[in-house]
Each structure stands twice: as structure tokens, then as C-alpha cells.
């Protein structure tokens, strides 16, 4: 596509429920991020893709997080019992596989935990 | 892990004058730098990046400034408009921070007429 595309672009959930989130990255980029970012704050890194390598989970805030991404194509963010504390907005990017490159963002998946 | 931080939460000009958005990072192996723009409700948008082999670059109306002495990064927006209202983070990377780019905490523009 033109840019990543997450979906969906706003999820209500309970508290305890499990949610996933997708990321359709740009078609050709090999690196893939996930930020997290609660009102009014920055942007909290989660985990990282690089084409085939290991990914980078150091961003993790619990092993209530995981992300899965087949080859170079979509991603899938998961939460597993959910907190009112995950509520923020997840935002995926995308970037070609050179170091040092622009990243590239979707605009995002709000999650409110009820 | 080290951080990048911003000096100002918030910064209100008059359309018309230029701004100068500043950021102080600590991770002195950092070698690529990037601002980026959010307006509300949307994602971050490129606006600006340098290498860590130059001290400056210019785009269009954006000068972005690099200080290694100091580990300074500033933005700087010639005739600010309405339009450029929006949160900028800074953010830094580099192969020690296994290519991930870490982000400021950012800083609210507001361009009044």
C-alpha cells in the first residue's frame, strides 16, 4: 500500500480481555517498530523486526506483550489480559532495511481498557 | 538505556516568527538523528534527519542543527504558520540501539496569529 495501515483504529476492551492489533507495513521495508504512547507522552519503544533476524523485544513492558511478523509483511501486537494501565495509542512503523533510515508511521490504534 | 529529552514541554510563538525547538540527548555513540511531527489524532511524521558527520541540514523552511560537543539537536522553523501547531519529538539511533529509533518525550508548538 502507500503507507502502514493499523488496524483497527480504535478498540474498546475489558479488563482482562485479550486484544490483537495489526500492521500492515509499506510493501518493501524490512524493519518494523511498534511504539506505545500514552496521552500526552512520547513514544515508548516495544519491539523491533529486521527481515529475518531475531526481533528486538527489549521494549516489552511485561510478558503480557508479544508480536509475531511473518517474513516482511504484516505484524500482529498482542495483549494478553489486558490493564486500564495499557490504555494508549499503538502506533507501528515501517523503514528499509539500511541503517539510519526515516521511519515511517500509521496512524495508529487507540486502545481504551474499560 | 540512555535517553533523549527536550528542554521546552512547550513553546508558543506568532505566525511569522521563526521557532527553535531544542533537544539534549546523551547517548554519545548515537549517529542518526530525526525530527518528527504529530498533529493531533495522527501519526508521526518525518520532518527532518541528520547524520551524526554533519552539523547541519536544511529543508524547506526547517533547519535542523547538530552540536556533538554538547549532544545538542535543535530545530529550527523559518516564518512559523498556523499549520506547523503540532507536538515535535526528536528521536536518535544508530547501531547501538539495535536500529530502533528512541524518542524524546516532545514538545507542544502553538502558533498564535
Known amino acids: 500500500g502507500a503507507g502502514v495501515s493499523q488496524s483497527p483504529s480504535n478498540k474498546v476492551t475489558e479488563k482482562g480481555k485479550d486484544v490483537e492489533l495489526r500492521c500492515d507495513p509499506i510493501s518493501g521495508h524490512t524493519a518494523l517498530y511498534w511504539y506505545r504512547q500514552r496521552l500526552g507522552q512520547g513514544l515508548e519503544f516495544l519491539i523491533y523486526?529486521?527481515?529475518?533476524?531475531?526481533?528486538?523485544k527489549s521494549g516489552l513492558p511485561s510478558d503480557r506483550f508479544s508480536a509475531e511478523r511473518t517474513g516482511e509483511s504484516v505484524s500482529t501486537l498482542t495483549i494478553q489480559r489486558t490493564q486500564q494501565e495499557d490504555s494508549a495509542v499503538y502506533l507501528c512503523?515501517?523503514?528499509?532495511?539500511?541503517?539510519?533510515?526515516?521511519?515511517?508511521f500509521g496512524q495508529g490504534t487507540r486502545l481504551t481498557v474499560v | 538505556g540512555e535517553s533523549v529529552g527536550l528542554h521546552l514541554p512547550t513553546l508558543s510563538v506568532q505566525e511569522g516568527d521563526n521557532s527553535i525547538i531544542n533537544c539534549a540527548y546523551s547517548n554519545s555513540a548515537s549517529d542518526y538523528f530525526i525530527w518528527y511531527k504529530q498533529e493531533s489524532g495522527k501519526g508521526p511524521q518525518f520532518i527532518i534527519d541528520?547524520?551524526?558527520?554533519?552539523d547541519k541540514r536544511q529543508g524547506q523552511r526547517v533547519t535542523v542543527l547538530l552540536n556533538k560537543t554538547v549532544k545538542h539537536l535543535s530545530l529550527q522553523i523559518a516564518a512559523t504558520q498556523p499549520g506547523d501547531s503540532a507536538v515535535y519529538f526528536c528521536a536518535e539511533g544508530g547501531s547501538n540501539s539495535g536500529y530502533a529509533l528512541n524518542f524524546g518525550k516532545g514538545t507542544s508548538l502553538l502558533v498564535t496569529p
Open positions: 523486526f529486521q527481515g529475518n533476524s531475531a526481533p528486538d
Open positions: 512503523a515501517s523503514s528499509l532495511r539500511r541503517l539510519n533510515t526515516e521511519a515511517f
Open positions: 541528520i547524520r551524526s558527520n554533519m
